[in-house]
């Protein structure tokens, strides 16, 4: 094995007259370096920015949600029987809704929350997500950023709530009005709750009379969120027959997951395609190879060398090549993104493009989350590809008769 691997090289690396198989044996290990490297860089960079939705969605949302399609005075549920079940850190209820907020001449639609900790579950207690929400009075209001910047509002003005609601078939009614004192402005990370999401107390809608159209809400929040499957069995399985319905964050965002999956998909099998080309690259090289290289062919046979022999020198060419490019790509995207801010700073310093403005996005550099799983699956797939591309021109050589080569150089 070690002489062949020797003359492996050698014929990779050859500096006689076959020089342009050495171009095309490193143009090729290029640019499966690159196409490796932009492969890992894409779909790292997918990942930080799922990871990113994630953190965002978890500190809003809560893990799992119990919902009822029946009115408020109603409770068919005691939530304090589920916090038997182990890994449940809190639970709360909430009276969620869609009105209108008015201030000044101003009106936009909102997604209403009335927040109601349960007061034996103190884990919980203030809090909405991972936000704290100290000292929301009974008649103060929370809003989200961005909706507070398009309607001008700021900390301490008063504005006003109405809930519709349909009071026969044939009329609408715009419901009765609630002041409210803006007691905060919260930056929630996510645009559908900054844009329209305003937070009260649950009791303050119940003193008012407008809960003839709300609906009962129960957040759960569990110890490891991305464990919230074997929390719904229990739950369905306890709350079973009572009109109410489990779900997690994952499924109240299953359409942006699915999204995204589907856009790692599609970005990675395009760049994949760089790949192929280069493993192509190499069935040409190591056929260009054979035929440079008939006379040494005929000269190993006969020294000795089976056809099995000479099919495996020029599978380890192939194999040398595509591995160089297979290591090179990963080294070469593993760096990219440990200096992945220093890149941005200096295409924005050369070209003046700015990857995130501020004030436009939630995130000011470009997240990663470098996995060591997508590094195996990359080099695993490339490395049997790169198999099938190194092998079967390789079995060509073997089938080279070396009586008919010799032949043929004597005349």
Known sequence: MQNKLFIASRFLFTRDKGKFISIVS????????????????????????????????????????????????????NLIDLTFIEG???????????????????????????????????????FFGQFKLSNLGSSEIIIGKSLAYRMGIRIGDQLIIRIPSLENKASFSLGKSQSYIVSEIIEFGLAKFDNSLVIVASNQLLGSGMDQNLF?????????????????????????????TVSDWSMNNSALFKAIVIEKTIMSTLLFLVVLVAMFNIMVMISMTINEKSK????????????????????????????????????????ALKNLSKIENFIDLVFGFDFFPSGLYYISNMPYLLRLQDIIIISVVAFLVSFLAAYLPSMKASKKDPALITRFYRN
């Open 26 to 77: 490193l143009v090729s290990s290029i640019a499966i370096t690159i196409g490796i490297a932009s492969i890992l860089i894409v779909l790292s960079i997918m990942n930080g920015f799922e990871s990113e939705i994630h953190k965002r969605i978890l500190n809003v949302e809560p893990h799992i949600t119990i919902k009822s399609t029946q009115a408020i005075s109603s409770n068919p549920l």
């Open 88 to 126: 449940i850190e809190s639970i709360s209820s909430s009276i969620d809704s869609k009105g209108v907020i008015q201030f000044n001449n101003l009106t936009a639609g909102v997604q209403i929350k009335g927040l109601d900790i349960l007061d034996n579950n103190s884990t919980g207690k203030g």
């Open 216 to 244: 009962n809400h129960w957040s759960i929040m569990v110890k490891d969120p991305y464990q919230t499957s074997k929390y719904i069995i229990q739950l369905e399985r306890l709350l079973n027959n009572t009109g109410l």
């Open 296 to 335: 040494d062919i005929a000269i190993l046979r006969t020294l000795g060398f089976r056809e099995k022999d000479i099919t495996q020198i020029f599978f380890l060419q192939g194999m040398i090549n595509a591995l160089m490019g297979i290591f090179f790509g990963l080294l070469l995207g593993v760096i």
